[in-house]
């Protein structure tokens, strides 16, 4: 595996890692602000494509829509 392979597998296994946790932590303050972080720091460093870049942070904005309909369904019932 060259170098720059491994640096994309570690950049999506500490982004996805990343991800877990806030969706974890989701309702708390800043739940997705290391997530982020992850994210724009791999694409920064060109360890990821910019089409990762937009597909993980859609993904984020997902979670939190998801997150967001729970909630009001919850308040709904």
């Given at each position: 595996m060259s170098q720059r392979q491994q640096?994309?597998?570690t950049?999506?296994?500490w982004?996805?890692?990343e991800i877990n946790n806030m969706i974890?932590?989701?309702g708390k303050p800043n739940a997705s602000a290391a997530a982020t972080s992850a994210i724009t720091l791999a694409f920064l460093l060109h360890a990821i494509s910019e089409e990762e870049h937009r597909c993980y942070r859609a993904?984020?904005?997902q979670i939190y829509a998801d997150y967001n309909a729970s909630i009001k369904q919850e308040?709904?019932?």
């Open positions: 640096d994309h597998q950049a999506v296994t982004i996805e890692g974890r932590d989701l993904r984020i904005d308040v709904a019932a």
